[in-house]
């Protein structure tokens, strides 16, 4: 199970973190991503994070102001956002995929664990 966490409604040009706890099974051998959906909108990919963390995906669309990290021991991947914008404005979700790598983490077609999703409201 994934279950993130730390979304809320915060002001253009400040910055949410985003928690995405995994239970009930190892997520270490997993790649994990963020993913969000504004409303009418597609599911878009945010960012990906490889099972040994070595490597980090993003959209170009928050490359720079976003990072995604993991810890193991915790059992938990993180979404820091800064410098958010109204565009930001979704429900994100984490996903997990096994021994994802590569580009194809750009895609929410081989994910097989979801989350909830956490809405982020970005006012102007």
């Known amino acids: 199970q994934l279950q993130a966490s730390g979304g809320g409604l915060v002001q253009a040009g400040g910055s949410l973190r985003l928690s995405c706890a995994t239970s009930?099974?190892?997520?270490?051998?997993?790649?994990l991503g963020w993913f969000r959906q504004a409303p009418g909108k597609e599911r878009d990919f945010v960012a990906a994070?490889?099972?040994?963390?070595?490597?980090?995906y993003y959209a170009d669309s928050v490359k720079g102001r976003f990072t995604i990290s993991r810890d193991n021991a915790k059992n938990t991947v993180y979404l820091q956002m800064n410098s958010l914008k109204p565009e930001d404005s979704a429900v994100y979700y984490c996903a997990a995929v096994p021994w994802g790598t590569g580009d194809s983490l750009r895609s929410d077609k081989g994910y097989a664990y979801w989350g909830q999703g956490t809405l982020v409201t970005v006012s102007s």
């Open positions: 009930g099974r190892t997520f270490n051998n997993y790649a």
């Open positions: 994070i490889t099972w040994s963390g070595d490597s980090t």
